[in-house]
């Protein structure tokens, strides 16, 4: 229709029907990672916890281990994505290799008890526990392994087909599918782990595999450049320092992945052992808990999920109106205080709620702008590369955070102590994100951003205060 607006990002040109259709099918994708990442994390502690597994041994196996693989694996997507060219474009092709791996791994988590159970009846003097902690161990590193082609891509390709006018709303939009698909699992599905766990599993791989599908064969790219070669031989010495001087070059970077270390090396530990404090500890010696059921706890946190949807959307309009690096500044000061509020207010599982409820919201924010942020900072050309930098620095952090948060909860015997740790580290990481708001000013801001491709250098006589370092 003449007149019709339109649409653009690269080569690809919507109207309002066919952006509307494009981002129907990447919310789908959304709904089923989010399914995984609400499932496999929240189930895995517990299936540890009931194999008999220690504090240390489910942020080892369940936190730890996984993120060292990722932290290897990240930078090897990133490169790979970004020069993949391929008649599929240069993310979708990674949602056909990989789905299939996500879905066998998913498996083998679903049905490690009773595999468990068979392997120590063919190795006589091998306990159980002991083999189960092998396979769910095993599982979380495969499902690891193949799951970050999957959600990296997914994530670049945001980038690379939602247009940059509409991205705060999408990334509103995503948040809020997530959070349907985390409130439909932790009160509907949740309770039912324990009786059911390989069956949870199996309906998860199934979604997944039906999701992936429809993506693959439902959303296009667009024509990207050529991939820039390096001059000479390009070795893979000279392929590593390159990626170093794109990713690690510039300290406004350096700002971005160290706000993202501070937030996730807090919040994971949290999402890891706040099932702990509020139902029962059942360690000896431990301070009391709030002693809900398992049922319970799914509950209350499913409904604070629900919460953060109009949160997504408020916080992605704003976003697009004000810039997502000003939202992500105040609702990370705002998770840092109501985390340290908590360990005050969170007395009572009625308290517990309401604190909850905040938390929910602050976090919500924070989320809807964390990867607009990204993607309107980041360059286009290398999104993939520095997107993997990213990740390498904050999975630096969810490889010792976790094991030091249960060495601290082992000294405490307390877990009312990971809302002061998840606190602490929200509270940094808002400081360092007022340091990158103000680099960002200095770059151009709303007017003329640009990403930087390396530190330029100094200037005789340069003022070093100008440098942007805090």
């Known amino acids: ?46 299936q540890l916890r009931w194999a008999g597994g220690s504090d240390f041994e489910i942020a080892l196996l369940a936190l730890s281990i996984p993120a060292v693989l990722t932290m290897i694996l990240a930078p090897i997507v990133g490169v790979q994505s970004d020069q993949c060219r391929s008649p599929m474009g240069r993310r979708r092709p990674f949602f056909l290799w990989f789905s299939p791996c996500v879905v066998a791994s998913l498996m083998l988590l679903g049905f490690a008890q009773p595999a468990s159970v068979w392997l120590a009846g063919m190795l006589p003097g091998t306990g159980e526990e002991a083999l189960l902690k092998i396979l769910l161990g095993l599982g979380a590193v495969c499902y690891t392994a193949s799951n970050i082609y999957i959600l990296s891509n997914y994530q670049f390709l945001i980038k690379d087909i939602i247009p940059e006018q509409v991205l705060g709303k999408f990334i509103g939009f995503f948040r809020a599918v997530g959070g349907l698909g985390g409130f439909a699992f932790n009160r509907f599905v949740f309770s039912h782990v324990h009786e059911h766990t390989a069956e949870v599993y199996m309906v998860c791989a199934l979604v997944y595999a039906v999701g992936f599908a429809l993506l693959f064969l439902l959303v296009r790219e667009g024509e990207y450049p050529p991939v820039e070669r390096m001059p000479g031989r390009g070795s893979r010495l000279d392929r590593v320092r390159e990626y170093c001087r794109r990713c690690f070059g510039h300290r406004f970077y350096l700002k971005i992945y160290a706000q993202s270390f501070c937030y996730w090396s807090g919040w994971v530990p949290f999402t890891t052992f706040i099932v702990f404090f509020a139902t029962m500890a059942d360690k000896p010696g431990y301070a009391a808990t709030l002693g809900l059921s398992v049922e319970d706890f799914g509950k209350i946190k499913a409904w604070t ?87 390498i620095i904050f999975h630096l952090g969810l490889i010792f955070s976790p094991m030091l948060a249960a060495q601290v909860l082992q000294w405490t015997h307390d877990y009312r102590v990971v809302f002061l740790w998840t606190g602490a580290f929200s509270t940094a990481g808002g400081v360092i994100t007022i340091f990158l708001y103000r680099d960002w000013l200095r770059l151009g801001g709303d007017a003329a951003y640009k990403p930087p491709e390396e530190e330029p250098d100094r200037k005789p006589g340069e003022d070093r205060a100008s440098m942007a370092n805090p």
């Not at 919507?14 to 496999?40: I, K, N």
């Open 1 to 46: 229709m003449r007149g019709e607006r339109q649409y653009r990002v690269g080569t690809l040109v919507y109207t309002r029907a066919a952006l509307v259709q494009v981002m129907f099918w990447m919310l789908l994708g959304d709904f089923v990672l989010t399914l995984m990442e609400s499932s496999v994390p929240a189930i895995l502690p517990l």
């Open 305 to 391: 999920l629900l919460v953060q949807i109009p949160v997504f959307f408020i916080a992605g309009w704003l976003g697009d109106r004000f810039h997502p690096l000003r939202v992500q500044m105040v609702s990370s000061l705002l998770v840092g205080l109501v985390y340290l509020t908590g360990f005050f207010a969170a007395r009572t599982p009625d308290s517990f709620l309401v604190w909850w409820i905040c938390s929910a919201a602050s976090c919500a924010a924070f989320l809807a702008s964390y990867l607009t942020t990204l993607a309107r900072l980041f360059p286009a050309a290398h999104f993939g590369e520095c997107v993997s930098a990213n990740t």
